[in-house]
C-alpha cells in the first residue's frame, strides 16, 4: 500500500519522467524535421555519421574528376577540328598536285599551282601549332601523351598524341615539285599524308569516346554515392511528421497527467478537517 506523503509525491514523479522523455522525443524529431536529416551529427549515430562522412567526400572529390574529363574532351574536341582542317588542306593539295602533273601547262599556270601547293602546305603547320586548348595541343609539334584523372583514388587515363604537322604526316619538311613528272609522284605521297592523318584521327576519336564513357560512369557514380549517403543519414518527413503529431499530443496528456498528480496531495486536508 502506497504511503500518503506530502514530502514525496510518487505519481508526480513518474509523471515527470515521462514528460521529460516526451519532451526529449520531441526535441529529437523537431531537429529532424528542420534539418531534414535523422544523423546530423556524431552524437546521433557515430558509425553512420562517420561513413556518411566518407562518403560524402568521395562523391565531393569526384568534381575534381569530371573537371579533368572535361577538360580531356575539350582538348580532343581542338585536335580534331585542327584535324578536320588538315585532311582539307590535304586533300586541296593533291588537286594542286594532280593539275600541275598535267603536262599540257604553261610555266605560268604550274608555278601558280605549285605556289598554292606551298602555301596549303603552311596552313598545315599553322593549324597543327594553334590547335590548343588550355595551351596544350595534341597534335602540334610539341604534342604528348596527356593523363587525366579516372577516379576519386587518383588513377589516371590516357590520351596519346597524334602529331599531325607535316613530319608527323611523313611529309619532308618542305614537300614540293618541280616539274609535271615530281607533281605525279607527290599524288601518291599526299595520299599516304592523307591515310595517316585518318588513321591519327579516327585515334582521337576513339580515346574522346573513352572519356565520355567515362564520364558518365563517373557521373552515375557520383549520383549513386550520393543517394547512398542520403539513405544513411536522411530523415522519413513522412514519418517524422506523423510521429510529431503523436508526441505532440503525448506531451499534452504528459501535462494533464502531472497536474493531476500534484493535486492528490491536496486530498489530505480533508483528513484534517
Given at each position: 500500500m502506497s504511503i500518503n506523503s506530502i514530502n514525496t509525491n510518487s505519481g508526480a514523479?513518474?509523471?515527470?519522467?515521462?514528460?521529460?522523455?516526451?519532451?526529449?522525443?520531441?526535441?529529437?524529431?523537431?531537429?529532424?524535421?528542420?534539418?531534414?536529416?535523422?544523423?546530423?551529427?556524431?552524437?546521433?549515430?557515430?558509425?553512420?555519421?562517420?561513413?556518411?562522412?566518407?562518403?560524402?567526400?568521395?562523391?565531393?572529390?569526384?568534381?575534381?574528376?569530371?573537371?579533368?574529363?572535361?577538360?580531356?574532351?575539350?582538348?580532343?574536341?581542338v585536335a580534331l577540328a585542327a584535324g578536320d582542317t588538315i585532311t582539307d588542306l590535304l586533300g586541296k593539295m593533291k588537286e594542286?598536285?594532280?593539275?600541275?602533273?598535267?603536262?599540257?601547262?604553261?610555266?605560268?599556270?604550274?608555278?601558280?599551282?605549285k605556289s598554292d601547293f606551298d602555301s596549303l602546305r603552311q596552313q598545315i603547320t599553322k593549324a597543327a601549332e594553334n590547335s590548343k586548348f588550355n595551351g596544350v595541343s595534341l597534335v602540334g609539334a610539341s604534342a604528348k601523351?596527356?593523363?587525366?584523372?579516372?577516379?576519386?583514388?587518383?588513377?589516371?587515363?590516357?590520351?596519346n598524341a597524334q602529331t599531325l604537322t607535316v613530319g608527323?604526316?611523313?611529309?619532308?619538311?618542305?614537300?614540293?615539285?618541280?616539274?609535271a613528272s615530281s607533281a605525279k609522284t607527290m599524288i601518291a605521297t599526299i595520299d599516304k599524308a592523307i591515310g595517316t592523318a585518318t588513321n591519327k584521327?579516327?585515334?582521337?576519336?576513339?580515346?574522346?569516346?573513352?572519356?565520355?564513357?567515362?564520364?558518365?560512369?563517373?557521373?552515375?557514380?557520383?549520383?549513386?554515392?550520393?543517394?547512398?549517403?542520403?539513405?544513411?543519414?536522411?530523415?522519413?518527413l513522412a514519418k517524422e511528421s506523423a510521429k510529431l503529431q503523436a508526441l505532440?499530443?503525448?506531451?499534452?496528456?504528459g501535462v494533464q497527467a502531472l497536474s493531476i498528480a500534484n493535486q492528490s496531495t491536496q486530498?489530505?486536508?480533508?483528513?484534517?478537517r
Open positions: 514523479m513518474i509523471a515527470l519522467q515521462n514528460l521529460n522523455n516526451t519532451s526529449s522525443d520531441l526535441r529529437t524529431v523537431q531537429q529532424r524535421i528542420s534539418t531534414g536529416k535523422k544523423v546530423g551529427s556524431a552524437k546521433d549515430n557515430g558509425a553512420i555519421w562517420a561513413m556518411s562522412k566518407t562518403q560524402s567526400a568521395t562523391a565531393q572529390s569526384l568534381n575534381a574528376v569530371k573537371d579533368s574529363l572535361q577538360r580531356g574532351q575539350s582538348t580532343i574536341d594542286k598536285a594532280l593539275a600541275a602533273s598535267d603536262t599540257s601547262l604553261n610555266s605560268a599556270s604550274f608555278n601558280a599551282l601523351a596527356l593523363v587525366f584523372l579516372a577516379n576519386a583514388d587518383g588513377a589516371a587515363l590516357t590520351v608527323g604526316l611523313g611529309l619532308s619538311a618542305t614537300p614540293t615539285f618541280t616539274s584521327l579516327a585515334a582521337l576519336g576513339t580515346s574522346s569516346v573513352g572519356l565520355d564513357t567515362h564520364l558518365t560512369f563517373v557521373g552515375k557514380l557520383q549520383d549513386s554515392l550520393t543517394a547512398g549517403v542520403g539513405n544513411l543519414v536522411d530523415a522519413d505532440q499530443t503525448k506531451q499534452q496528456l486530498s489530505l486536508l480533508s483528513l484534517f
